[in-house]
């Protein structure tokens, strides 16, 4: 059976962004470089490299590290590269190891092809499980760097060489394989194998992929989030996500700092208005993560609010046969260390059972937590129906001179089973219930007006 292989480049693609200063720090910590000492001009190229990419000056001072190498113990700068393992583990793209897993289930060699020196990336390859690593390599006598590179620098057209001259050793063609890059400097090699991805391309390489109608992708962020200069819509309009942004409601909100700052977390939140979106996007503009959501695929489809839906993350939710695709989507939101949005009652309740001091909810949000082990943390809406009832199309802009109080009660991570999702489903319900002012669990008997309030407009 003929092999094939997937070529992937690091900084920028792989990780999030450059290697360079934790590499720098393993030197430093090994005993390599002394501290305080660096590469000439580091910060401000990994700085620029972070934001646009790779280009001609920066890649000259990598060219030129090999000469600062010299006299360097190899043995030290391998085990520099075994201790930047972690913190370069942790810069690795939310979404890439899912793509990686993808091409290694479709029979693919993971090939890290990189500019980065060898002895220093290999150790971190072999942790994330890689079959291969084409890297530059400096020569050596002695167990000690001579200065000078073997076999040339593994970039732009140099990286392509070395790419070749691999497969060829073994025996992969390389119209059978892929190729993964941010850099414009890569373009050679791109245009050599069967299926060029452009990963998070820098802006040449993203005119280059648009006019070859190669596959532009992003594995820091879910498909269809657009991003500048690697700001999200999120970053750019949360500022403006702010109370003063709807005078025509007061806002108590407490209880924020339980949700985990890190790692994969479902906030469960009860469904009282169409206006819990702007509520539940204040609690998500002080979290400084980006927030990803389920919705119903009627407001993607709406013209101007779908799209705008789409661009920061949120789910489609299809109620007529399509819910598993979403609770996937989800999933790989959550295995990508995100921050996930639901609301378990699936629509707000309607006529009397708004009323009910019962919550009910879906199992859909505890089979998430038992599939991604993600932190569930539970929110309490109280009021939100007073600005925008469901009998309303729009909010009730007038209330600016008498603002009803809306309450957002964040709440501490459940402890689940994660094994009965009925009984799961039944404590995320409790816990939101509990945040709730106590008005909520006392039966009420609505009036023929308040019951209405609680239907779509006809």
């Keep these: 059976m003929a092999r094939s292989a997937v070529f992937i480049d690091l900084d920028r ?8 200063q934790a590499l720098n720090r393993a030197l430093v910590e090994e005993g390599v470089l002394p501290p305080g000492r660096s590469l000439p001009g580091d910060r401000l190229l990994y700085a620029i490299n972070n934001r646009l990419g790779e280009n001609l000056v920066s890649m000259g001072l990598v060219r030129a590290a090999a000469r600062v190498a010299k006299g360097w113990r190899q043995d030290q700068v391998q085990a520099a590269g075994k201790r930047a393992v972690p913190e370069l583990i942790e810069m690795v793209a939310p979404f890439a190891p899912q793509h990686l897993a993808a091409f290694r289930d479709d029979g693919h060699l993971l090939v890290l092809s990189t500019t980065t020196p060898s002895d220093m990336i290999r150790p971190f390859a072999e942790a994330m499980g890689f079959d291969a690593v084409i890297a530059t390599t400096y020569e050596t006598e002695d167990g000690r760097y001579t200065g000078r590179l073997y076999e040339g620098f593994v970039w732009g057209t140099g990286k392509f060489k070395a790419v070749r001259s691999w497969a060829g050793g073994e025996g992969i063609d390389l119209a059978d394989c892929h190729a ?4 414009v400097f890569d373009t050679p090699l791109l245009a050599s194998v069967g299926w060029p991805h452009a990963v998070n391309p820098d802006p040449s390489l993203t005119m280059i992929a648009t006019a070859r109608r190669w596959p ?36 108590d909100i407490t209880g924020v700092e339980h949700i985990p700052p890190r790692g994969p977390v479902l906030l469960a939140a009860n469904h009282r208005s169409y206006f819990d979106v702007a509520a539940l996007a204040l609690v998500a503009a002080r979290l400084g993560r980006p927030v990803r959501f389920l919705a119903k695929k009627e407001l993607f489809d709406a013209p101007v609010v779908g799209s705008i839906a789409k661009a920061f993350g949120g789910i489609s939710v299809d109620r007529g046969g399509g819910a598993s695709t979403a609770l996937r989507a989800a999933e790989t939101a959550l295995h990508a260390g995100e921050v996930v949005l639901v609301l378990p009652q699936g629509t707000i309740p309607r006529g009397a059972a708004f009323f009910d001091p019962e919550l009910k909810g879906k199992r859909g949000t505890a089979r998430l937590a038992a599939s991604t082990e993600a932190a569930v943390v539970p929110i309490g809406l109280w009021g939100t129906e007073k600005v925008w009832p469901r009998s309303a199309r729009m909010p009730d802009f007038t209330l600016v001179r008498h603002p009803p109080r809306i309450t957002i009660r964040v709440g501490h991570p459940l402890t689940l089973s994660l094994i009965d999702t009925s009984v799961d489903t039944t404590a995320i319900m409790a816990a939101i219930s509990a945040l709730l002012p106590e008005e909520s669990r006392a039966p009420h008997e609505p009036t023929a007006e308040e019951l209405a309030r609680t239907k779509p407009p006809s």
């Excluded at 992003?218 to 003063?244: C, I, K, Q, T």
């Design 13 to 20: 693609t792989l990780l999030w962004r450059a290697s360079g």
């Design 180 to 183: 993964c890059s941010d850099s």
């Design 216 to 251: 532009i992708e992003y594995w820091d962020r879910p498909a269809g989030v657009p991003s500048v200069m690697g700001f999200e819509p999120y970053h750019l309009l949360r500022p403006f996500v702010r109370p003063s942004s709807f005078p025509y409601a007061r806002f």
